[in-house]
């Protein structure tokens, strides 16, 4: 059974960065894209930023593009660099797999806890 555990998460400052990490267990297939979503209070979530695991193709939002960095940490495991921090950054960060790099929920099966991110101003 898959597992995705998220970890990372915390309270910093705006401006500051932080690193997310998400650890799949077992072999993560070179055909998966692993993504990471996000949710603020009231809001519904959102794509954040897909890898292509094989070929490492990466895919970001609009919102995050520049700021934030999507990488293969070893065989098993995502990361996503988060830098230059902004309030709205504010949300719990999910981590995702699918097959294809698609910016919609439904079209992820494993999804992790989540892991809370609060930047302040």
């Known amino acids: 059974q898959v597992q995705l555990v998220e970890s990372g998460g915390g309270l910093v400052q705006a401006g500051d960065s932080l690193t997310l990490s998400c650890a799949h267990s077992?072999?993560?297939?070179?055909?998966?894209?692993m993504a990471w979503f996000r949710q603020a209070p009231g809001k519904e979530r959102e794509f954040v930023s897909a890898i292509r695991w094989g070929v490492g193709l990466t895919y970001y939002s609009q919102s995050v593009k520049g700021r934030f960095t999507i990488s293969k940490n070893s065989a098993d495991k995502v990361n996503l660099q988060m830098s230059s921090l902004k309030p709205e950054d504010t949300a719990v960060y999910y981590c995702a797999r699918g097959t294809s790099p698609s910016q919609s929920v439904q079209d992820y099966v494993y999804w992790g806890q989540g892991t809370q991110v609060t930047v302040s101003s």
């Open positions: 077992g072999r993560i297939f070179s055909s998966s894209v």
